[in-house]
């Protein structure tokens, strides 16, 4: 529920004094699915620090797993981007520190030697087994705490309603102001 229309507090939402209720306020459902996406990555991110990847962001695991997607002989920081939903610039950015971190490399296209191709290094690879491995153990979690049905209930119908183009898509800061 929006307070007052006025340039102060446009988008404040103010509390209906309802409290909890089958029929949620529309604002909540995107309020309640960033949460549970923020606990699950600040989770990730916590064990694999402990893991000895701390230098290891958010970002950087999304641009891991589009240089994945290039396989063995590797993908460039166009398909990067793309695959991302931002600029060649932010994508050559992101993979510029995950270069300084260890965790890909540059090799030469040898189908065009115009062409670099970004791979990821031992150091890579361990991260995304490492993450895979703690995504496991929090759906386990999730499972365990509201039931396997509904946590596959739940997954399901995020299938349904959200484009599957926009899965590993980067850009949050283009549409927060970032």
Known sequence: MVDQFDARN?????DNGKG??????????????FAGFRTLIDR?????AHQGHPDLRPAHGFALQAIAAGGTRGTTA?????????SKQAAGKTVD??????????????????RKLVRLTPHGLDALARSAA?????????SAALGAERVRDMESALRLVVPAET????????WLGG
């Not at 990730?44 to 694999?48: N, V």
């Open 78 to 86: 166009s398909d990067i981007g793309r695959h991302l939903g931002v």
């Open 134 to 142: 703690v995504f496991d153990r929090l759906h386990a979690e999730w």
């Open 167 to 174: 899965t590993f898509r980067l850009d949050a800061g283009s």
């Open 20 to 33: 909890e209720s089958e029929s949620a306020a529309g604002y909540e459902l995107p309020l309640l699915l």
């Open 10 to 14: 446009v988008n404040q939402v103010v």
């Open 97 to 114: 520190r995950l270069l300084g971190l260890g965790y890909a490399e540059r090799a030469d296209d040898p189908a065009d030697a115009r």
């Open 44 to 48: 990730l991110h916590a064990e694999l």
